[in-house]
C-alpha cells in the first residue's frame, strides 16, 4: 500500500481497490509512512495538523475520514455517547429494582483493572433465554450493538472470560439484539434486554419487573 501511495494513488482510491474501509486504510498508511507504533496511531490522527509533516497525507487522511461514516472518528464519538446512555439506563433499572451494586467508576477508583460496567454486591439469578435455566449473575457488561459471531468471539469474548476469572459468572447485554447460534458460555449468559426476572438470594421465586425486591437484612432489621 505505502509503494503504490508514493507512487501516486490516493488512500480512498486505495480503500476500494482493497475493499477496506478508507479511515482505517488511513490508519495503515499512517502507520509506515510516519514511522509510528500501531497503538500510538490515533494520537497521531487526533493531533495531524502537527504530528503529519506530509501536506498530502494530511489532506487524504481528511479526505478518507469524510468519505468513512461507519468507522472514521465520528462514528466513534456517537458509539461512545450511545453506550454512554445505555450504561445510564441499566443503573436506573438496577436502582429500580433495588439491586445493590458498584458502578464501573467505583470500581476504578478501588484501582480495579478489568471492571464489567457493574458488578453486583449479592449474586443474582437471571434466566437464560436459549436454556431456559437459572444462572448466577455476578456483574453486567452492557453492550449497545449488536451481538454478531465475529466481534463477540474476537474481541468480547476475551474481555467477558476477564470478568469471570474476576468475579464470577455474568451477563452481557446486547441492547440491539445478537445472533441466536452466538457460542455458549456457560459463565456468560447473553441477553438483548434487562431481564424481567431476578432471582434474589434465599428466594425460591423470582422477582418480576414492577415488584417489590425482597428486603435486605439492613432494611429489615429497621423494620
Known amino acids: 500500500l505505502a509503494a503504490e501511495w ?7 482510491t486505495l480503500a476500494r481497490r482493497c475493499a477496506y474501509p478508507p479511515y482505517l486504510t488511513a490508519r495503515l498508511l499512517i502507520e509506515v509512512l510516519c514511522g509510528v507504533p500501531k497503538a500510538k496511531v490515533g494520537d497521531v490522527v487526533k493531533a495531524a495538523d502537527t504530528a503529519i509533516q ?19 472518528p465520528a462514528n466513534d464519538r456517537v ?3 450511545v453506550g454512554a446512555e445505555y ?14 451494586y458498584e458502578s464501573e467508576d ?30 448466577e449473575v455476578n456483574w453486567i457488561d452492557s453492550k449497545a450493538m449488536f451481538g454478531d459471531p465475529l466481534t463477540y468471539e474476537s474481541e468480547h469474548l476475551p474481555q467477558l472470560m476477564g470478568y469471570v476469572n474476576r468475579y464470577g459468572p455474568g451477563l452481557v447485554i446486547y441492547w440491539f439484539g445478537f445472533v441466536e447460534t452466538l457460542p455458549v458460555e456457560s459463565d456468560i449468559t447473553v441477553l438483548a434486554a434487562f431481564p ?16 417489590e425486591p ?9 423494620a
Request: charged fraction near 35%; hydrophobic fraction near 35%.
Open 54 to 72: 506530509d501536506p498530502r497525507l494530511r489532506r487524504e487522511l481528511r479526505e478518507a475520514m469524510d468519505a468513512d461514516p461507519d468507522t472514521g
Open 6 to 12: 508514493r507512487a501516486g494513488a490516493d488512500i480512498t
Open 87 to 100: 450504561e445510564l439506563l441499566l443503573q436506573r433499572k438496577l436502582r429500580g429494582r433495588r439491586v445493590p
Open 106 to 135: 467505583e470500581l476504578r477508583v478501588r484501582g480495579l483493572a478489568k471492571t464489567p460496567d457493574v458488578r453486583f454486591l449479592i449474586p443474582l439469578g437471571v434466566r437464560d433465554p436459549r436454556s431456559g435455566a437459572w444462572c
Open 196 to 211: 424481567d426476572e431476578l432471582l434474589f438470594p434465599g428466594e425460591e421465586r423470582p422477582t418480576a419487573a414492577g415488584l
Open 79 to 81: 458509539r461512545r455517547i
Open 214 to 222: 425482597p428486603a435486605t437484612s439492613a432494611e429489615a432489621g429497621s
